[in-house]
T-cell receptor, first 117, second 114 residues
């Protein structure tokens, strides 16, 4: 069965410092991995995805994520945090083996990122 | 291009009443998904449509929930009768056919059952 774990409920970082939001996953086949962000009173916004190829993927707002197959991880990173990055971040996975078309995406429990000035 | 739209944005109903949520996916997206987030917990999968067919309804909590997608366009999710534990934010998402594509989410409907 597919699953996603985000071990940290909250991450606190000072503005200008690097940030990391952790994510590990479990799927039966090759994973398709996603990060989404939810700002207050808004829907989920897509940030970036890993499908295949280079393990380091770049996305919106200066975020990037590193796929590590041996550790089954897909941590979200940003070299220099901004106060405006404060939001709720969700890691998600889709199993590539299941069905022939776009099957469901499974989400983690979310990590609240708080950037202090 | 219009995104995924959901209606209403908020709904407050009494226990035992019926509520119908609506989702309009992005035009041309055959895949439509319903998710729910309860009390700040994880976003849980409810149901997946491919066009008008239910591809996966393994996440539907019980038979008080009924989802439809007549004609393969918009979808409705009806809760009848509503219970207190049904309160939460209901998200709809849509995506194109390919497995590698991301899903695009609506703003969500916040349902409160009192």
């Amino acid at each position: 069965a597919q699953s996603v774990a985000q071990p940290e409920d909250q991450v606190n970082v000072a503005e200008g410092n690097p940030l990391t939001v952790k994510c590990t996953y479990s799927v039966s086949g090759n994973p398709y991995l996603f990060w989404y962000v939810q700002y207050p009173n808004r829907g989920l916004q897509f940030l970036l995805k890993y499908i295949t190829g280079d393990n380091l993927v770049k996305g919106s707002y200066g975020f990037e994520a590193e796929f590590n197959k041996s550790q089954t991880s897909f941590h979200l990173k940003k070299p220099s945090a901004l106060v405006s990055d404060s939001a709720l971040y969700f890691c998600a996975v889709r199993d590539s083996l299941r069905y022939s078309s776009a099957s469901k995406i499974i989400f983690g429990s979310g990590t609240r990122l708080s950037i202090r000035p | 291009e219009a995104g995924v739209t959901q209606f209403p944005s908020h709904s407050v109903i009494e226990k035992g009443q019926t509520v119908t949520l609506r989702c309009d996916p992005i035009s041309g997206h055959d895949n439509l998904y319903w998710y729910r987030r309860v009390m700040g917990k994880e976003i849980k999968f409810l149901l997946h449509f491919v066009k008008e067919s239910k591809q996966d309804e393994s996440g539907m909590p019980n038979n008080r929930f009924l989802a439809e997608r007549t004609g393969g366009t918009y979808s409705t999710l009806k809760v009848q009768p509503a219970e207190l534990e049904d309160s939460g934010v209901y998200f709809c998402a849509s995506s194109q056919e390919l497995k590698s594509t991301e899903a695009f989410f609506g703003q969500g409907t916040r349902l409160t059952v009192v």
